[in-house]
């Protein structure tokens, strides 16, 4: 399983942003697929899951209402859309997912996933 991660950039506040993960090596079916971020000199965080099975979704308090996700089955791709994007938004995204499902209470836990993408670099200009 490989996961590629796009559509990183540099943007100004205010605007929107789509980042992508092609999952590659199996089609979509019961696992979930995470988003985390990694500011300059912070700890990597979670940012939002999605189950594959159910579609069940979680977001971190800090960007509910502004991030969403859609989902291409034919690509095996999931877009995470960001809109509002505000400098605290900066950081390298990663994806990531796991085998099997997992719990929705767990989707939030870095130590679930097995599988991990390069990720992609998000700068947001003020």
């Known amino acids: 399983v490989q996961l590629q991660a796009s559509g990183g950039g540099l943007v100004q506040a205010g605007t929107s942003l789509r980042l992508s993960c092609a999952v590659s090596?199996?089609?979509?079916?019961?696992?979930?697929v995470a988003w985390f971020r990694q500011a300059p000199g912070k700890e990597r965080e979670f940012v939002a899951a999605?189950?594959?099975?159910?579609?069940?979704?979680r977001y971190a308090d800090s960007v509910k209402g502004r991030f969403t996700f859609s989902r291409d089955n034919a690509k095996n791709t999931i877009h995470l859309e960001i809109r509002d994007m505000q400098p605290e938004d900066t950081a390298v995204y990663y994806c990531?997912?796991?085998?099997?499902?997992?719990?929705?209470?767990?989707?939030?836990?870095?130590?679930?996933?097995?599988?991990w993408g390069q990720g992609t670099l998000v700068t947001v200009s003020s």
């Open positions: 090596g199996r089609t979509f079916s019961t696992e979930p």
């Open positions: 990531a997912t796991r085998d099997g499902r997992v719990i929705a209470g767990a989707m939030d836990r870095a130590g679930v996933y097995n599988y």
């Open positions: 999605i189950s594959t099975w159910n579609g069940a979704t």
